[in-house]
């Protein structure tokens, strides 16, 4: 069983962080590929790498340099363009994850199972835990 106080002895932890989150430009651009030529990029970024310094240099900067400006260029011959990103971000605002409902199955399912249990006076017995498997079941 899962939820909060359902059978288990695992307590939550709350922790709360004062920052804003941070959006990255980088992470709003998109690439489109959906008329990529993926045998024409492969070969355009292999040309590019085999006519270069690229298995000789040790400096992985130069080397860097080389293998992104072939992707770049491997990316405009096969038709895989990026999205440039907008200037502003939208959030997207958090939906509420506990609910009313939520909260009404939980009341139901501590109901279901408090007759089972017997700190609260109750009988361990199958029909209740089958009454409460059942209210579990229903609510999810």
Known sequence: ???????????????KIRTEPMISTALSSTWNLKDADWTIWNDGVNRIINNSEYYTLENTEAKYLIYYN??????????????????????EHAQPRW?????KAVAQARRARNP????????????????ERKREKTNN
Do not use: F, W, Y
């Open 99 to 103: 609910t009313v409902k939520c909260k």
């Open 116 to 131: 089972c249990d017997p700190r609260k006076g109750g009988v361990k017995c199958q029909s209740n835990k089958d009454e």
């Open 1 to 15: 069983m899962t939820g909060l106080h359902l059978s288990s002895d695992h307590l939550p932890i709350h922790i």
């Open 70 to 91: 072939a992707i770049m260029e491997a990316n405009k011959t096969s038709k895989i363009e990026i999205s440039k990103p907008t200037d502003e971000v939208k959030r």
